[in-house]
């Protein structure tokens, strides 16, 4: 028995038999062949599901990583950020299968032994078609939710789900009750007040021994954030929440509660007053402390970095170091490539890259996508 064996470009595959002698027993073996195949087919899609989830999520987070990185970098050199988001994934496979046989008995007598031919013939074809809709971030909508400051109330929503407040706090806030953070935007660096910084240690302090929550009211269509600070507990609680009452200038309601409001100064004692910053703020604030090449520089493309990381005081350095060079290191946790440069964050600086997360989350809370629109495709099934 010989066999050849025919592969084209798309997967598809053929096995010809051709058997000579003993031609009656092959023919029985083809039919059987022939009447197992429909038994065989199965559907191959659940065994796609756990492998394509975990493989489109692994890339969509990537290139949300790097989009956002690439349009720090670009602020930086004065371009104007441009967003694209994945709006759907619609992966369509198709297995298609062909099986033929033929037979032959030859009848010629004057042959020394009657010859016999059964030819077996079979295809496979494996298509793989993903669609995958992008939708640009554009527009009037768009551009108002990138300059919307974040809301004082999901600000502290994250703050009591965990996340340090210290970190949430410097990154999305321009002043409490009048007390001004650091800011180096406009080209110059306004240092941060002198209780600005024990006042991010005290209110992290207080996170971390429950002393302080938040409640949200319904007030309409409006939500009120308010914050409370629970009753000292012990000797180092009741110095961190004097710290604050005295820092803000606030005198909490008997059960200790103060409502969280937009702005620069509060209109009473008992109201927390929080300037925060926009989306764009907020990166253009990223920006500024990027490790840019000292050439480009020189030349005037940019301007120099706000923020160093050999600063004293660990609030005055980059809010997330973004280095710079010819090529990025073995395992960086972004990188992106702009103007001939390499820009990427070391996937060793954890604290870079917990700030660099809470940016990308603090799209949702600024509402800066647009409505998707769901796509309409007809996906032959096969």
Known sequence: MSERRECDARGRGAVTWIVGQSGASRARTAFI??????????SIGPATVSRDRVDYIGAVADSW???????????????????VDVSSIISAYALQGQLSAAGQ???????????????LGGGVTYLDRPTITYTPLAGE??????????????????IQAGYPADYILQMTTRAINGVYNRSSIGGQVREADPSFYPLLNALRRLQLSGAVSLRLEKHGKEETGILILSPARTPEISGDLKLVRDTLKVRPGPNGELTLIFGALPQNAQEIALLSRSMLGILLEVA???????????AGRTTPSASVMTAPDPHDRPLVHVSSGPAPPEGAF???????S????????FASKRIFTFLMMFFSLAETGVTPQTPVLTVPAT
């Not at 390499?342 to 600086?349: A, G, L, P, S, V």
């Open 342 to 349: 390499w820009y990427w964050i070391d996937d060793r600086d």
């Open 288 to 298: 500024n402390g990027i490790d840019v090449p000292r050439a480009d520089v020189a």
């Open 334 to 340: 972004a990188a992106v490539r702009y103007r001939g």
């Open 33 to 42: 062949l022939l009447a197992l195949l429909p038994a065989g087919c199965a």
């Open 141 to 158: 909508k768009f551009a108002a939710s990138l300059l919307r400051p974040i809301p004082p109330s999901a600000i502290f929503e994250l």
């Open 65 to 83: 990583k790097e989009q956002t990185l690439l349009n720090i970098v670009r602020m930086r050199y004065g371009d104007a950020p441009s967003f």
């Open 105 to 119: 008995i030859s009848s010629d007598l004057t042959g020394t032994i009657p010859s016999n031919l059964v030819t």
